[in-house]
């Protein structure tokens, strides 16, 4: 039983991949590429069992006269991961689902003409250490502590901190310091988990604001499902795992 579950597990995936690439190539080229392919994906994460699953598959696929018979049945837990990796591919886990998993708080959010004392406010209550700002026309930019440092820091430079007065600072003020550009990107709430990965993976982002709208357009609060920075990184992995 185990052998003709572990065939047609294994024939699912094969057929799951040629459908992701639309090609008549096998299994074994098509692990070969999704091991190889530069973003994250199911195979990479469990390249271990899936390369002793391909194996065991061509010993019970082309060598019926094996004197090996231990080693030609497939255990629980080879057939578990195929199980496993076929589910990811076929229905992979997004950022929606992990934000709808965690308890996190609701995002705050602030105007572009607020005072910097009430971003001082939510950061010392709320322990955040970013928030998406507003203006007229929709998603201004982010503030943060990091940009409020980087403000305080120059009118230091300038001789301009001694006895600074924060009553009536905006957040407007504080903008221009932020590194908005590259650090900063919007996903769709649809993105995949191993997707998200590959974009924190070789690069520059530290934030993702993960987006309800397809088009990844930001006119509201409202239209921002969560926002993902590297400390959630290691939880995504677990869950893939």
Not at 41 to 48: G, L
Not at 124 to 152: C, R, T
Request: hydrophobic residues 35%; charged residues 25%.
């Amino acid at each position: 039983m185990s052998q003709t579950e572990f065939l047609r597990i294994f024939n699912d995936l094969e057929q799951t991949l040629q459908n992701k690439y639309d090609t008549t190539e096998t299994i074994y080229d098509l692990l070969e590429r999704e091991k190889n392919a530069v973003e994250n994906n199911p195979t990479k994460a469990n390249w271990d069992i899936l390369d002793i699953a391909r194996r065991l598959r061509n010993i019970l696929a082309h060598e019926t006269r094996t004197t090996l018979p231990v080693v030609a049945t497939p255990s629980q837990q080879i057939i578990d991961v195929l199980k496993k990796v076929t589910h990811d591919y076929q229905h992979p886990k997004t950022l929606g689902d992990f934000l709808a998993e965690g308890e996190r708080e609701k995002i705050l959010s602030f105007q572009l003409q607020d005072q910097l004392t009430e971003v001082l406010k939510a950061i010392h209550e709320k322990h955040f250490n970013q928030f998406p700002v507003f203006d007229e026309a929709g998603y201004a930019g982010l503030i943060s502590n990091n940009g409020i440092a980087s403000w305080l820091a120059a009118l230091s430079e300038q001789g301009r901190s001694a006895g600074l007065d924060l009553t009536g600072v905006r957040i407007s003020e504080i903008l221009p310091f932020e590194e908005n550009g590259d650090t900063v990107i919007r996903l769709s709430k649809e993105t995949s988990l191993f997707e998200t990965l590959h974009h924190f993976t070789g690069s520059r982002v530290k934030l993702v604001l993960v987006c309800q709208r397809e088009d990844l357009s930001i006119q509201r609060p409202a239209d921002i499902a969560g926002i993902i920075t590297k400390s959630d990184l290691g939880q995504m992995v677990k869950d893939l795992r």
